[in-house]
């Protein structure tokens, strides 16, 4: 039987990491794409020629229908979501409608037209919030501390619903935090390598960040997307937390990536108010013993290793966008 994969949120970080393993793995891969006058496919160019676009959106049940009738998956794998945290706070309702809601139409979806596919829903260590214990478990209560954290709550227990209500091979990854090169530039990760390389090339002189003091369980997205998959591939479904079982500081990740560049970080960083969550999330910790036991999952790349990636690439990146400059002067 042809392996064929549906991933909702294609475009971002885990999409495109995903899409590579599957591709490795020999699926046929469809990806969702929102309608839009530019279609943001940057993460994807390398892929593209062994990609199937299929235009869809979490917001319209109509379209999702659609899609998994042209596609019919083997396997659907929900990533797409309104997924920067501060954002949710500025637009609550959308959030929901995308990240919760959303949830709800795809699998009924999935329910009536392809029941027997598997499917992944992303949680998210925000669910945790104000943590009730730590390390984190997949038995922790939640006390999300975001607009985005309680949607996700609502997008979990409503896969585990549609799992015990219609039968339906549904579980979710309660991730923690998995960054990359390919991560956005408004995440805390991303931001602070990218700020770095911007002043390792002269381009800035400041990188203004918020709580310093934050930990959390950092990974390797391309890690985690291997543990989704895992997770379609045994016997029953089920939940499982994914994470490296250690934490760090905001402040430890700035001071291991200005290391990397040959940089102070104490001569550039500027702590900013503006950038304080209105509800912070202090210290988020995975227990990943069950993903261990029974998937086979651990993370190949250390949180030193991830972080030295990030900057090279940064530094890279930006390369060429000095050369003209320094021709000039």
């Known amino acids: 039987m042809e392996k064929r994969a549906l991933i909702t949120g294609i475009t971002g970080q885990d999409g495109s990491y995903l899409a590579e393993l599957l591709l490795e793995q020999g699926y046929k891969v469809y990806g969702v794409v929102r309608r839009a006058s530019t279609e943001n496919c940057q993460r994807l160019e390398h892929l593209l020629p062994c990609l199937t676009l299929v235009q869809a959106d979490l917001l319209d049940q109509t379209s999702l229908i659609a899609a998994l009738e042209e596609s019919q ?3 659907v794998y929900n990533l797409a979501a309104q997924s920067f945290v501060p954002a949710s706070w500025q637009q609550p309702i959308l959030t929901a409608e995308f990240t919760a809601v959303g949830v709800t139409r795809l699998l009924d979806a999935i329910r009536k037209v392809c029941p027997q596919a598997r499917f992944y ?32 709550v609502y997008g979990h227990y409503i896969t585990v619903n549609y799992r015990e209500s219609y039968g339906l091979f549904a579980c979710s990854g ?9 991560r956005g530039v408004e995440f805390v990760s991303r931001k602070i390598t990218h700020g ?10 400041e990188l203004r960040l918020g709580n310093l003091e934050a930990k959390r369980d950092w990974g390797f997205a391309g890690d985690y997307v291997r543990a989704m998959w895992l997770m379609l591939q045994q016997d029953e479904p089920d939940d499982y937390v994914v994470g490296t079982g250690q934490t760090h500081s905001v402040e430890e990740f700035v001071r291991l990536a200005f290391d990397r560049a040959g940089l102070d970080w104490r001569r550039h960083v500027v702590i900013d108010p503006r950038f ?16 261990r036991r029974k998937l086979g999952w651990q993370p190949r790349m250390s949180f030193e290793q991830m972080v030295h990636m990030m900057v ?11 050369k003209p400059r320094a021709r000039a002067a």
């Open 196 to 205: 770095v390389a911007r002043i390792k090339h002269g381009l800035d002189e």
């Open 276 to 291: 304080y969550r209105p509800a912070e999330v202090d210290v988020l910790l995975a227990d990943a013993s069950k993903a």
């Open 73 to 75: 998956p083997t396997e």
């Open 121 to 152: 829903q992303a949680s998210s260590s925000e669910m945790f919030g104000k943590v009730r214990e730590s390390p984190q478990t997949e038995t922790t209560p939640f006390h999300p501390r975001s607009p985005y954290g309680v949607a996700k």
């Open 174 to 182: 309660i991730l923690f935090n998995h960054e990359s090169p390919r």
């Open 312 to 322: 090279d690439a940064d530094i890279a990146a930006l390369s060429p966008a000095v």
